[in-house]
């Protein structure tokens, strides 16, 4: 099965702080890694897909890039609506899929 | 506008079982693939079971194999996820997500296989096993 960890599994940060999270494979899993945002009691939400694409809806501060094991999501300045846990998918062995643990991205 | 819409959660015993259902509107859903997703109280995300566009192909998590059993009527536009022999590890929002493919660029190739995402995602449903 492939693993993924995130580091860090949690972060404090301010409104416009720039925030990177990692997420690394336990093989190479090319560029078929996703990222989901999730605020509580609400479901996951695709911001990012195949490791860079942006989809629809998005807003552009949100960015990914990555391939093989290292990938990293960043956004370029923190928004209110931004504080939430993110979890990286990696859909290499797709359909058996596996999630990251997520890294929770709260107010300083 | 795309939706999904889980049913069936609730209160269950132990060595129980019950049938969610997802009902999808918004789209041409015989044309996707279909997943489960579940996620225990205050923990992270867990992959649970996949099903082909045309329901000819499933495919589970160990942790659920044997117990749990996914189908779809394409007629209905509605997922099911059947489960049996409930545990108390069985606690959980339950997730039904639409399956999109990436396929241009790099993922054109012939020899390259489409990149998979969960595009929508429904509201979810609170199953809860305890006796």
Redesign the interface.
């Known amino acids: 099965d492939i693993q993924l960890t995130q580091s860090p599994l949690s972060l404090s940060a301010s409104v416009g702080d720039r925030v990177t999270i990692t997420c690394r494979a336990s093989q190479s899993i090319s ?2 890694l ?1 990222w ?1 945002q ?1 605020t509580p009691g ?5 911001l990012i ?2 490791a860079s ?1 942006l ?1 629809s809806g998005v807003p552009s501060r949100f960015s990914g890039s990555g391939s093989g094991t290292d990938f990293t999501l960043t956004i370029s300045s923190l928004q209110p609506e931004d504080f939430a846990t993110y ?1 990286c ?1 990696q ?1 290499y062995s ?9 890294t929770k991205v709260d107010i300083k | 506008e795309v939706q999904l819409l889980e049913s069936g959660g609730g209160p269950e015993q132990p060595g129980g079982s019950l049938r969610l259902s997802c009902s999808a509107s918004g789209f041409t859903f015989n044309n996707y ?1 279909m ?1 489960w ?1 579940r996620q225990a109280p205050g923990k ?4 649970v079971s ?1 099903i082909s566009d045309s329901g000819g192909a499933t ?1 589970y ?1 160990d942790s659920v194999k044997g117990r749990f059993t996914i189908s779809r009527d394409n007629f209905r536009n509605t997922l099911y996820l059947e489960v049996i022999s409930l545990r108390a590890e069985d606690t959980a929002v339950y ?1 039904c997500a639409r ?2 493919s ?1 396929s241009s660029g ?2 054109s190739h012939p020899s390259v ?1 489409p ?5 929508y ?4 449903t609170l199953v809860t096993v305890s006796s």
């Not at chain 1, 797709?94 to 997520?102: A, D, E, R």
């Not at chain 2, 990149?115 to 595009?119: G, L, P, Q, T």
């Not at chain 2, 995602?121 to 979810?124: A, H, I, P, T």
Request: proline share 6%; glycine share 12%; no cysteine.
């Open positions: 560029g078929y996703n989901y999730q609400k479901a996951p939400n695709l897909y195949a694409n989809q979890y998918q859909s797709s359909p058996l899929v596996t999630f990251g643990p997520g | 693939d997943t997703v992270g995300l867990e992959w996949d495919y998590a997730y399956k999109a990436h790099y993922y296989s990149a998979y995402y969960f595009d995602w429904g509201q979810g």
